[in-house]
């Protein structure tokens, strides 16, 4: 097995935030008929405009999509969010290779040799009881119940701004589950580089 980290990657994002903004500005226009009040730069005071109003329907007009590894378990808490949607790795159809399966390392046992070998332990057995059981025949979709959550799983996830904004407020504060926070956080910052105006910080 390869234990690795979680890790978030932006797909399909070749807009700059200015075309972005000016697309954005001239979808929320309608709610004004003020397309008439559009010049170069204008964008930019709309869109903080429309933030402090917090008419936020404007930006459901706009995707974006990243790519999402993490463990079974998180993933499971991720795909309660409704307004986003998801593909996911499936076990039903991935024969997984015991040597070279990712599994996501919990940072919490770092520190702790011994809390960590219990762990590794575990995942170890799991994978030779998945293995085994595959080699005696049982399908993969079956034999996958022995797997541990902390597998690691991609997913594509697309969301509007609006359910970006919306999944932030909910996953990024204290109380969430640390690994889903860590996410967030990536997630947060991948969204402040592209869109600065919108998810930077607020005046």
């Known amino acids: 097995m390869k234990l690795v980290n979680q890790n978030v990657k932006l797909l399909f994002w070749n807009e700059s935030e200015k075309s972005i903004l000016k697309k954005l500005e001239h979808i929320g226009r309608y709610a004004y008929a003020s397309h008439d009040r559009v010049i170069d730069g204008s964008e930019y005071k709309f869109i903080k405009m429309i933030l402090k109003r ?9 995707n974006v999509t990243f790519e999402i590894k993490t463990n079974r378990a998180i993933a499971n808490e991720f795909e309660r969010h409704r307004l986003l949607s998801f593909v996911q ?3 039903r159809y991935i024969k997984y290779d015991t ?17 960590f070998d219990i762990w590794s332990e575990q995942i170890e057995s799991s994978l030779y009881a998945y293995s085994k059981l595959i080699n005696k025949g049982i399908t993969i979709e079956k034999a996958r119940g022995v797997l541990s959550l902390d597998l690691g799983t991609e997913l594509a996830v697309t969301g509007n701004l609006r359910s970006w904004i919306n999944f932030l407020s909910l996953r ?9 926070i860590k996410l967030a956080q990536m997630i947060k910052a991948n969204l402040v580089e592209i ?6 910080e607020k005046e």
Do not use: N
Request: hydrophobic share 35%; glycine share 6%; charged share 20%.
């Open 54 to 62: 917090k008419h936020l329907g404007i930006l459901e007009h706009q």
């Open 89 to 91: 790795s499936s076990t």
């Open 99 to 115: 040597a070279t399966v990712e599994i996501i390392r919990p940072p919490w046992y770092d520190d702790v040799p011994e809390l």
């Open 172 to 180: 990024d504060v204290k109380g969430v589950h640390p690994q889903m």
């Open 195 to 200: 869109l600065p105006t919108i998810f930077g």
